[in-house]
């Protein structure tokens, strides 16, 4: 499958996506994320649903500490560091949470970007907590402990109707009833609609936030009883 699906150009709205790097400003930090479409495509740019998401974590409805985080299909990773900041140890000297450990995955081709940009952005002492590591959707699924993950994230990563069953099987594997899956996406066509009756047919799904300024919609889905619909 190819990584490159859409024709370059460098003008418009395509031409953030040509920057070697996009800066941003999360969890009290500035973040520098390295970029590298002409070489590796949709996999290295930030997508406006990543930045959407980030943006959702640090609202901070969620509560990122102590918890398993597991970002599927993670590009250049935006979510994923920012939930391994946001989720970092409490201060109480008392009960001290562990921190957010985040599990951040994509496709082979994609990894060392991804790997750079966690050490560019993470101190130190978060470091430890995070973990790059190949997740192609549906493949050696043996190697994550099944419903061992609180959180799941997922930026921009229903687009290819071909890889629907085997995102939905990892979701279905990954996720206990206790698991909160957190998508954000931009739903571009009909098969995007799709994706998510299938998922409905699973998890329980609902709408949780649409982001008008760039049409992004974060969706919360859980494995527990059917309730809310889209
Ligand atoms: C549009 S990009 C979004 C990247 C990033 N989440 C963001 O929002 O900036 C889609 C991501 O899904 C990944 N992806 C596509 N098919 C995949 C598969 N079969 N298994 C795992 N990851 C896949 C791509 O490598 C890419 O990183």
């Given at each position: 499958m190819a990584l490159v699906p859409y024709a370059a150009g460098?003008?418009?709205?395509?031409a953030a996506l040509h920057c070697p790097a996009a800066t941003f400003r999360f969890a009290g930090r500035p973040l520098r994320i390295r970029q590298r479409w002409a070489q590796?495509?949709?996999?290295?740019v930030v997508w406006d649903a990543a930045v959407v998401l980030s943006t959702f974590l640090e609202?901070?409805?969620?509560?990122?500490?102590d918890r398993h985080v597991l970002e599927l299909?993670?590009?250049?990773?935006l979510p994923g560091i920012v939930a391994a900041l946001l989720g970092k140890r409490g201060r109480s000297p008392r009960r001290v949470p562990a921190g957010a450990r985040v599990t951040l995955t994509d496709r082979a081709d994609a990894l060392e970007l991804l790997e750079a940009n966690v050490r560019d952005n993470l101190p130190p002492e978060a470091l430890p907590r995070a973990a790059v590591r190949e997740l192609a959707w549906g493949q050696g699924l043996g190697a994550f402990p099944a419903g061992a993950f609180d959180l799941v994230l997922g930026s921009?990563?229903?687009?290819l109707e071909e890889t629907f069953a085997a995102l939905l099987r990892t979701l279905e594997h990954v996720c206990a009833a206790r698991t909160l899956v957190l998508l954000a996406c931009r739903l571009r066509y009909e098969r995007d609609h799709r994706f998510l009756r299938l998922l409905r047919a699973r998890f329980a799904v609902r709408e949780?936030?649409?982001?008008?300024?760039?049409?992004v919609r974060i969706y919360e889905a859980r494995k527990a009883a059917r309730g809310d619909e889209l």
């Open positions: 460098s003008h418009g709205a395509l590796l495509g949709v996999a290295a609202a901070g409805s969620i509560d990122l500490r299909g993670a590009g250049t990773g921009d990563i229903v687009y949780l936030l649409h982001d008008a300024g760039t049409d």
